[in-house]
């Protein structure tokens, strides 16, 4: 079983930066690729980056790429996400999910309830 539980969401103007984390229970968080996703207002769910838990191999969504930067600090069970350069369209409820599987298989079986980032013109 796991929790997690986003912070770090809030209102920035175009150009601005934010780091969001994601604190995670348990005591196998470095074993688990973690990953955040976002929903915009009236659009689905879609990927923004993942972070494996045993390469610590990196992969983002071209839309953030460059921009943002996942990252996890492992001893602390702390999930982050350096967004730079934030742009409107970045506007979107946050999630972080988890993958226990231990397979190159990704499975997001635990997610939190997401942070708010909201992104003035």
């Known amino acids: 079983q796991v929790q997690l539980v986003e912070s770090g969401g809030g209102l920035v103007q175009t150009g601005d930066s934010l780091r969001l984390s994601c604190a995670a229970s348990g005591r196998a968080f470095s074993r688990y690729t973690m990953g955040w996703f976002r929903q915009a207002p009236g659009k689905k769910r879609e990927f923004v980056a993942r972070i494996n838990g045993v390469s610590s191999s990196t992969y983002y969504a071209d839309s953030v790429k460059g921009r943002f930067t996942i990252s996890r600090d492992n001893a602390e069970n702390t999930l982050y996400l350096q967004m730079n350069s934030l742009k409107p369209e970045d506007t979107a409820v946050y999630y972080c999910?988890?993958?226990?599987?231990?397979?190159?298989?990704?499975?997001?079986?635990?997610w939190g309830k997401g942070t708010l980032v909201t992104v003035s013109s």
């Open positions: 999910a988890a993958s226990p599987s231990t397979s190159s298989l990704i499975r997001w079986d635990y």
